[in-house]
């Protein structure tokens, strides 16, 4: 996916995402516990707004977040969301940006993060208003796969892999391939960390369904009644507690 096209689903999702909140801005949230749609609101505009610092700084902001604007959330949003888009427009995805993904310092880095961002969240939006969730893209979909369990999962049990030891510990380098649509991921989970290839050997269990019901489930905001699921439950089970570790 390019840079443009990133740009574009933050802007519609963005939208989406405003235009549902602000209808109840006390609506809880299901899988934000404690979150209100205003706090949903709150927390992407701090974090679009960190992004925007974060590359016109190189380095990251302190002290953060910022005090709550005094025109609201929505406010807050659009005006974080206009710093997003002027950045993301006016800057080459190649060009170097502080991440905290050591292997990719780049501005693209941060375009397919925020729009992989406001895609869940504004999910997150519709399931607080009880609404039907529009469709996720294929494209960002099955991108956002890649994302969580490459970007997140595989580096942060790699890079602090004390957050993970009992999660991983006698895991014994047993796998759980993820089947998305057409795409095919490899999840072997062992106790030095986990690694994702695309291999198309089978694993000891095994996870399948459409691009957005294998992403939502990824990031635990469905209950997987979309999803095939075959092989070892334990396994799938243990995955799971580690995309919540790593998404923290």
């Given at each position: 996916?390019?840079?443009?096209?990133?740009?574009?689903?933050?802007?519609?999702?963005?939208?989406?995402?405003?235009?549902?909140?602000?209808?109840?801005?006390?609506?809880?949230?299901?899988?934000?516990?404690?979150?209100?749609?205003?706090?949903?609101?709150?927390?992407?505009?701090?974090?679009?707004?960190?992004?925007?610092?974060?590359?016109?700084?190189?380095?990251?902001?302190?002290?953060?977040?910022?005090?709550?604007?005094?025109?609201?959330?929505?406010?807050?949003?659009?005006?974080?969301?206009?710093?997003?888009?002027?950045?993301?427009?006016s800057r080459k995805p190649e060009e170097q940006a502080l991440t905290w993904y050591d292997p990719d310092q780049t501005v693209g880095f941060w375009a397919r993060r925020m729009a992989l961002e406001t895609a869940v969240h504004r999910v997150d939006a519709e399931l607080a208003?009880?609404?039907?969730?529009?469709?996720?893209?294929?494209?960002?979909?099955?991108?956002?796969?890649?994302?969580?369990?490459?970007?997140?999962?595989?580096?942060?049990?790699?890079?602090?892999?004390?957050?993970?030891?009992?999660?991983?510990?006698?895991?014994?380098?047993?796998?759980?391939?993820?089947?998305?649509?057409?795409?095919?991921?490899?999840?072997?989970?062992?106790?030095?960390?986990?690694?994702?290839?695309?291999?198309?050997?089978?694993?000891?269990?095994?996870?399948?369904?459409?691009?957005?019901?294998?992403?939502?489930?990824?990031?635990?905001?469905?209950?997987?009644?979309?999803?095939?699921?075959?092989?070892?439950?334990?396994?799938?089970?243990?995955?799971?507690?580690?995309?919540?570790?790593?998404?923290?």
């Amino acid at each position: 996916m390019d840079q443009p096209r990133y740009v574009h689903l933050i802007e519609r999702d963005y939208a989406r995402m405003r235009e549902t909140a602000i209808r109840d801005l006390a609506a809880p949230v299901p899988h934000c516990p404690g979150w209100t749609t205003a706090d949903l609101l709150k927390h992407v505009g701090d974090t679009f707004l960190h992004k925007v610092e974060t590359m016109r700084r190189g380095a990251w902001p302190r002290p953060w977040p910022p005090k709550p604007d005094p025109d609201g959330p929505a406010a807050y949003l659009d005006r974080a969301m206009a710093g997003l888009r002027g950045e993301l427009t006016s800057r080459k995805p190649e060009e170097q940006a502080l991440t905290w993904y050591d292997p990719d310092q780049t501005v693209g880095f941060w375009a397919r993060r925020m729009a992989l961002e406001t895609a869940v969240h504004r999910v997150d939006a519709e399931l607080a208003a009880g609404e039907p969730i529009v469709p996720i893209p294929a494209d960002l979909a099955v991108d956002g796969i890649d994302e969580i369990l490459v970007t997140f999962l595989a580096f942060a049990s790699r890079q602090w892999p004390e957050d993970f030891g009992e999660a991983l510990s006698g895991a014994d380098g047993r796998a759980v391939s993820i089947t998305a649509g057409a795409d095919r991921l490899f999840v072997r989970l062992a106790a030095s960390g986990v690694e994702v290839t695309r291999d198309d050997a089978p694993g000891e269990a095994s996870i399948s369904g459409a691009p957005q019901d294998v992403l939502l489930w990824l990031w635990r905001r469905a209950d997987g009644s979309a999803l095939t699921f075959d092989g070892d439950p334990e396994l799938v089970k243990r995955l799971r507690d580690l995309l919540k570790e790593a998404t923290q």
